[in-house]
């Protein structure tokens, strides 16, 4: 952490050696001396002090100095460092001004020039001064901040993207603290610019993509490699474990991820039915660790990056990013999971982002603190957002179309969900419209036999069923109706088989109607919905890899 600042201002270059030289020989083994020579210096510095969120301790300025007195200076300073101690130098004819800017500057003391011995007439002062600021001192944070509106869906979406990359920041809402305010016009910007990112090394920047971000943060964003033997295309439980295998079995690999590592599982509260957890963990946290583990052996990690078409050249597979980069691969495999379908009912699609959430949310609980929440959908996603949110809201509401959660979640959560006070289930219910300019303030329900009503609401989280993630597959790879894509004995039993099929052998288990080409995970056909599986099925996607390299 960076040592607190004490700043001190003169034009007449003498008295500032000397001034400087005296604060360094007693204060520089706890504080940064920093000296200007001029008060349309210093205004700057304290302006970019501010904008790097450095602390001040203390200002130290002169009142004789053209253009800008140091009265005018040590006001600045207490708009942008309310904290820190202000003290005028000057001469003692320049007492009456000195005592009158008590009140107009708010100083906390002046001192006459010569200050000479400094041990008896300037040290004493000081270290009182200094002591006083520590005492009331908070270290500013020291990492990233994010500025912004609490209800603005692009702020949202920077939240879930840092949190999801487990990227520590601080979220300062706008409207609620007023150091946001002050770092905001401290950096050049307005309110219509957010939000804005302050990284760690000082550098701001309004609205920014995720792309740019990313580079700025350290992720791999583009391919190293001319050519990788395999390329696994998401970076879900799946990808993962694909991409571990992959890297330790000695194959140059390469994973691409358009959003956040984890998938729909890396947005979970707890899993608490995964192998070797007893305790549970949290799907970011899985997510994290093999992460982690996957580039440690070896692989590429390139993100936040979209493939938006993927052909075949000679055999070899050619992938098309969203910035028209190109990758080329001997194998890829697809585990691009599947996304959450979208309600369509009125206020919805409106308020995306603004209290209404596809998924766990996870980064915007804190935000429902003592507030009603509700949530649709039965499944285990939707039974463990509900028992991470029970924590901070005041009610959670379960939504369902059923009688009953036993069909669709695990008997885990549900004798969890019924031992939590505070959730409550609404059997045979839809939510018809969600209300709100804003953002999201009450939810519309019907509960079958009812009539509509209207109910006060922080935020609504859907969990509604999902569809595959292939739409920009489906021309090259076969899929079933439902968008799943068809490998192996599936492969084998549609009536395009023969069509589409040109090998001499059958496809492998998890091979699609394209040599070379796996199809792993969630958005495979016949795939089971579990973490489990999508590992088992990565890590058996790297063995048939294998085996097509080597024919």
Not at 30 to 42: H, K
Request: overall charge negative.
């Amino acid at each position: 952490m960076k040592k607190p600042i004490i700043l001190t201002v003169d034009d007449d270059a003498q008295v500032l050696a000397a001034i400087t030289r005296d604060l360094r020989q007693e204060f520089r083994k706890d504080y940064r001396i920093l000296s200007v020579n001029s008060g349309p210096e210093a205004l700057t510095t304290l302006t970019e002090l501010r904008a790097r969120a450095e602390p001040l301790a203390l200002v130290l300025a002169d009142q004789r100095m053209p253009e800008v007195e140091g009265v005018e200076v040590l006001t600045r300073a207490r708009e942008l460092f309310p904290e820190a101690k202000r003290v005028l130098l000057t001469a003692y004819a320049d007492t009456t001004a000195a005592i009158k800017a008590i009140n107009s500057a708010q100083l906390d003391y002046y001192l006459l020039k010569p200050w000479d011995p400094p041990e008896q007439l300037l040290y004493p002062t000081l270290h009182d001064l200094l002591a006083s600021w520590q005492a009331s001192y908070q270290p500013a944070f020291a990492g990233l901040r994010l500025i912004g509106f609490q209800w603005s869906p692009l702020s949202h979406e920077l939240k879930d993207f840092l949190s999801g990359y487990m990227v520590g920041y601080q979220w300062l809402d706008f409207e609620q603290s007023a150091e946001a305010k002050v770092l905001l016009k401290a950096n050049g910007f307005e309110a219509e610019d957010l939000p804005v990112v302050i990284c760690p090394d000082g550098k701001a920047v309004a609205k920014p993509n995720k792309l740019d971000l990313a580079r700025h943060l350290g992720l791999l964003v583009d391919a190293k490699q001319e050519l990788y033997d395999v390329v696994v295309i998401g970076a879900g439980p799946a990808g993962l474990a694909a991409a571990v295998y992959g890297a330790s079995e000695g194959l140059k690999t390469l994973i691409i991820e358009r959003q956040t590592p984890g998938g729909q599982a890396g947005s979970s509260s707890r899993i608490e039915n995964y192998l070797g957890f007893p305790t549970g963990v949290s799907g970011a946290e899985l997510a994290h660790r093999a992460w982690t583990q996957a580039t440690r052996l070896g692989a590429e990690f390139m993100a936040p990056q979209e493939v938006k078409s993927l052909c075949v050249q000679d055999g070899y597979k050619v992938l098309t990013m969203s910035d028209d980069t190109e990758v080329k691969a001997r194998a890829v495999v697809l585990t691009t999971g599947v996304s959450y379908r979208i309600l369509n009912a009125p206020g919805l699609d409106r308020l995306s982002g603004a209290g209404v959430y596809y998924g766990a949310a996870r980064t915007e609980a804190r935000s429902c603190s003592a507030q009603p929440v509700y949530i649709i959908g039965g499944g285990n996603s939707a039974g463990q957002a509900a028992m991470y949110l029970s924590t901070y809201a005041s009610r959670v509401f379960i939504v369902i179309r059923g009688e009953s959660l036993a069909a669709s979640m695990s008997a885990y959560l549900i004798e969890q969900i019924s031992q939590t006070p505070n959730i409550e289930i609404l059997p045979r219910t839809q939510v018809r419209e969600a209300c709100g300019e804003q953002a999201l303030d009450a939810v519309v329900i019907e509960q079958e036999g009812h009539q509509p009503e209207k109910r006060p609401a922080r935020a609504l989280f859907v969990f509604i069923g999902a569809k595959p993630s292939t739409e920009w597959i489906c021309q090259l790879a076969m899929c079933d109706p439902k968008g799943y894509l068809l490998t192996g004995r599936d492969l084998v039993a549609d009536p395009r088989y023969k069509t589409a099929w040109k090998k001499d052998r059958e496809p492998y288990l998890l091979e699609t109607c394209v040599p070379g080409l796996f199809a792993a995970g969630d958005g495979r056909s016949g795939a089971m919905a579990r973490v489990a599986s999508a590992v088992g099925e990565g890590s058996m996607a790297i063995k048939f890899v294998h085996q097509y390299l080597d024919e």
